[in-house]
């Protein structure tokens, strides 16, 4: 067993492939912050207890699984969240539809309530089994004993495996070896830290990018663009984001990347004024490339040997191919304004459109196949895209439609085409084990209430989306989609757009605090998205919850479904205050609460100093916040904001200060602020104190 890093070892069996995330990887292990961490120094799993075998089949893995531990992990998973017990194959998919491990976004890699977590580099469609069965002999035949034969359903299909230490099994077809790495605890969210220290960090959003975002239309020209965006502003809606759908290129399936000057004729003016509006520009795209796209002929002997949509499928991972995608992104997009891109169609839709992807069996230049290309396109295609950006000095915030292995460094944010609120939450919970992150956006809506429910559940996430794809008018004037399209509007929309604009309100007045989350995620690997297990590993009430999440260190979200008046809340051990009233509530325990329609339930620590900024319309560039400091219970904790310039990469050497907030339990009562740090300008003016006890 090698050690790699501080509470990090690797343990090698055979020859591992030549393409794995590993050897893929561009980003640097963050080695002085994982020093930072405390551990232990031991493999938190024995090498004497790690069989590692090469069959016909590949790599067979065991590890040992104790009885009381629990499973989490394996990058976006859609349909559970506890993995214990079960079976999960890391194969890239675009519609997870049940649980079965596929998913936008696999990642081969667990942590345990035991306080560690395995990572298996692989891109190969491996198999975990969580586990799912015991060894020969190891039920000591329970079941013999059973007088009568079972004949109830329940009785036939309940058998319960005997209590007692399991084996997690991995099967990764195809390779001849393999390297396993073990991450320290001692507690389960340290060792997502440490995998995500690992990974190169977590990614930080320029300060707009935590704004309101908003797709437009696909079929939109530039008239309907600017009377969005005109009425958007007049209506004094929060809009940060402007994104364009296929329509903006001249061929979207497989596409060009070059204006139509039919749709968009004059598109540089009109860049120009929505950037003087304020407005950041988002271009939906993805990576197979029509015969007509400028970058075709380059990229032809770059390519794998099968198309998709008579595209070229560009081998990212070959330098040449990637600085032909880089080049013309930086030359005719970054360099003109544009601040992201949504990376769409990347994750192989073979469950319901056989052909928008390409066969397992294709071969790439660089010698990887199908197989394992799925399941590196996403990070290879957002690592293509990141690459302008660094160029030109400016951060993104964008999205992307597939990911894996070692991701957490890049700025993308996940999303999906199902449409289900339910699992929608259920992403946002699970994102946070694996380095990803992942919006529940909001497109059309089933009813008013229904728009509502899902806009506050998307405002309490990364990216807070509107992906209006569909139809061409806001949602808060038509949920349906087409009377939206025809121009009907509700007889109440005023009303509905006055509750969306509160609640995109509440989104910009929570950026400080987003944003320090996110400096978290940047230099400790905390996530700043995640599930309750990972602050409370001790409290089983934990385990099982699909459908609320930490945001940050002092916020619980605890969204509400369409049809539903009320829900049940477990909050873990210590005090809670509720965000809209400052109602103290006990934790430890489980409340049935009945918010109003314009009311998500959310809890704040109690002890918490939580800064709230007066809302924007818009995050310009050197935007300054008015903070009001919220001070829950008479001994709040300090708060640290992050402040920089927002937008730019020299928070990486150190340009950037940490604003302290403070409360003097026994004095006046009264909160003070302290900067220190080597930037030079103001984000945030602290404007007031408001203390709830
Ligand atoms: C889908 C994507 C949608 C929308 C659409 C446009 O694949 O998930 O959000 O962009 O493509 O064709």
Redesign the pocket.
């Known amino acids: 067993m090698d050690k790699i890093a501080n509470g990090v070892w690797r343990l090698r069996g055979g020859e591992p492939e030549r393409h794995t995330p590993v050897s893929l990887r561009e980003t640097e292990i963050r080695y002085e912050e994982l020093d930072r961490l405390d551990c232990p120094g031991v493999s938190p799993v024995p090498e004497s207890e790690i069989s590692i075998h090469h069959t016909a089949r590949g790599v067979k893995i065991e590890l040992p699984l104790r009885a009381e531990e629990q499973i989490y992990g394996f990058g976006l998973q859609l349909h559970r969240v506890n993995h214990t017990g079960r079976k999960k194959v890391m194969r890239v998919n675009s519609d997870p539809v049940t649980d079965t491990g596929d998913s936008h976004a696999p990642v081969p890699f667990y942590v345990s309530t035991g306080g560690y977590g395995v990572y298996i580099d692989t891109s190969r469609y491996a198999a975990f089994y969580c586990g799912t069965n015991l060894r020969k002999g190891a039920s000591e035949h329970k079941s013999a004993e059973q007088k009568e034969v079972a004949t109830s359903e329940i009785e036939l299909y309940g058998y319960q495996a005997a209590e007692g230490d399991r084996t997690m099994v991995i099967d990764v077809p195809a390779a001849q070896g393999i390297d396993i790495y073990l991450f320290e605890g001692p507690d389960l969210k340290t060792a997502v830290q440490r995998y995500n220290l690992f990974s190169g960090g977590g990614c930080l959003p320029p300060v707009w990018g935590l704004g309101v975002w908003y ?1 437009a239309y ?1 079929a939109a020209k530039r008239e309907d663009v600017m009377r969005l965006a005109g009425q958007f502003r007049e209506d004094r809606m929060p809009v940060d984001v402007f994104g364009f ?2 329509g903006w290129q001249t061929k ?1 399936y497989s596409c060009s990347f070059v204006w139509d000057e039919g749709r968009f004729s004059g598109h540089e003016d009109m860049l120009k004024q929505l950037y003087g509006m304020n407005f950041r520009i988002n271009l ?1 795209e993805h990576l197979f490339v029509h015969p007509t796209s400028p970058m075709y002929p380059e990229l032809l002997p770059h390519s794998g040997n099968y198309e998709v949509w008579e595209g070229l499928v560009p081998d990212l991972s070959v330098k040449e191919a990637k600085d032909v995608f880089a080049g013309h992104h930086l030359k005719e997009f970054v360099e003109k304004g544009i601040s992201g891109f ?1 990376l ?2 990347c994750d192989s839709s073979d469950f319901v459109h056989s052909n928008w992807s390409f066969p397992d069996t294709t071969e790439f230049p660089s010698g990887m196949d199908g197989e394992q290309m799925h399941n590196q396109l996403g990070t290879l295609y957002q690592a293509a895209v990141q690459a302008p950006f660094e160029t030109a000095g400016r951060r993104t915030w964008s999205q992307v ?1 597939a990911s894996g292995a070692l991701a957490s460094p890049y700025p993308f944010v996940l ?3 199902l449409y289900d609120h339910e699992v929608f939450i259920r992403g946002v919970v699970n994102a946070g084990f694996s380095g990803l992150l992942w919006t529940p956006e909001v497109r059309q809506a089933e009813s008013a209430e229904d728009l509502i429910r899902r806009i506050q559940t998307t405002i309490f996430s990364p990216l807070a989306l509107l ?1 209006c ?1 569909r139809i061409l008018n806001p949602p808060w004037m038509q949920v349906d989609r087409e009377k939206n399209v025809k121009g009907e509007f509700l007889d109440n929309y005023e009303e509905v757009r006055d509750i969306c604009r509160k609640l995109f309100e509440t989104r910009m007045s929570l950026i400080p605090y987003l944003y320090a989350s996110f400096a978290s995620y940047y230099f400790d690997g905390i996530p700043p998205f995640r599930a309750l297990v990972m602050d409370y590993p001790d409290d089983p009430g934990t385990y099982g919850i699909e459908d609320a999440y930490m945001m940050g260190d002092r916020m619980l979200v605890a969204p509400l479904i369409t049809g539903r008046t009320m829900r049940s809340v477990y909050l873990p051990r210590g005090c809670w205050r509720d965000f809209w009233t400052g109602e103290l509530y006990e934790g430890g325990r489980t409340y049935t609460v009945e918010p109003e329609l314009d009311r998500i339930p959310v809890y704040v620590k109690e002890n918490s100093l939580l800064p709230l900024a007066k809302p924007m319309e818009f995050v310009a560039d050197n935007a300054v916040f008015e903070i009001t400091v919220k001070a829950y219970g008479n001994e709040p904790q300090d708060f640290e904001l992050f402040e920089d310039d927002g937008t730019s990469f020299a928070y990486r050497d150190g340009g950037f200060n940490r604003v302290r907030l403070s409360w003097q339990p026994n004095g006046d009562a009264a909160g003070s602020s302290s900067r220190s740090g080597a930037y030079e300008g103001t984000q945030y003016r602290i404007i007031g104190w408001e203390h709830i006890v």
């Open positions: 797709r696909s759908e296929p979207a939906w949504k769409d169609e439609r999303y999906s085409d992906n794809w």
